[in-house]
């Protein structure tokens, strides 16, 4: 079966940081999704990659598919307080997104 | 109005009570999800739904049934309620093919 796994498990950053968040697969991923849960809320769909070496950015946030399409990574640059929550990796391992599995999430805290 | 609305969105009950745990969407969308979510484990899928006549086991289906009373309402109960079933639980719906979930805000279950 799918495993995911995130790195770090929770992140503490100055405002202003740089920060990335990786999730990786053992198996090849058909789609990856990105999402962020505020604590103890619903999840907010970011961005959903599917080709290899595929990037996609919304305001400073940037998801990267690498080439192997085992591995993604969530850069988020010049943190503000906003982006402080759980960021959680969904893995799409038949390409029809039927099922997803997801990793055990990032925390991020940003400090003032 | 939420597009994905969860109800109750909290409960506290006692073991051994049945409970059941509801979910509509106006998205539109033939395929509907429910999730619980543990600390340190992340959302694992309970059941899953493709359209009102399929119903299909997640990763962890014992102690829980489901019913898919209309295209838009997906129903998660539990006979019979005990304490290890106490966990954040959510319901998300896709449309067909490989599209990003959207979540409900979440129903927060305790069982005494």
């Known amino acids: 079966s799918q495993e995911l796994e995130q790195s770090p498990q929770s992140l503490i950053v100055q405002e202003g940081k740089n920060l990335t968040i990786n999730c990786t697969s053992s198996?090849?991923?058909?789609?990856l999704y990105w999402y962020k849960q505020k604590y103890g809320e619903g999840l907010i769909f970011l961005m959903m990659?599917?080709?290899?070496?595929e990037e996609k950015s919304h305001e400073k946030i940037t998801a990267k598919l690498d080439e192997k399409k085992q591995q993604s990574s969530l850069h988020i640059t010049a943190s503000q307080p906003s982006h402080a929550g759980i960021y959680l990796c969904?893995?799409?391992?038949?390409?029809?997104?039927?099922?997803?599995?997801f990793g055990t999430g990032t925390r991020l805290q940003v400090t003032l | 109005d939420a597009d994905v609305t969860q109800t109750p969105r909290n409960r506290i009950t006692k073991t051994g009570k049945r409970i059941m745990l509801e979910c509509s969407q106006t998205?539109?969308?033939?395929?509907m999800y429910w999730y619980r979510q543990d600390p340190g484990l992340g959302l694992r899928l309970i059941y899953y739904?493709?359209?009102?006549?399929?119903?299909n086991k997640g990763e962890i289906s014992d102690g829980y049934s489901v019913s898919r009373q209309a295209q838009a309402k997906f129903s998660l109960s539990l006979e019979s309620a005990i304490p290890n079933q106490t966990a954040l639980y959510f319901c998300?719906?896709?449309?067909?093919?490989?599209?990003?979930?959207?979540f409900g805000d979440g129903t927060r279950l305790s069982i005494l």
């Open positions: 998300a719906t896709s449309d067909q093919g490989p599209q990003p979930q959207h």
């Open positions: 198996k090849t991923l058909y789609g």
């Open positions: 990659l599917q080709k290899g070496g």
């Open positions: 969904g893995a799409d391992d038949t390409g029809t997104a039927s099922k997803l599995t």
């Open positions: 998205k539109g969308h033939d395929r």
């Open positions: 739904s493709f359209d009102v006549k399929d119903i």
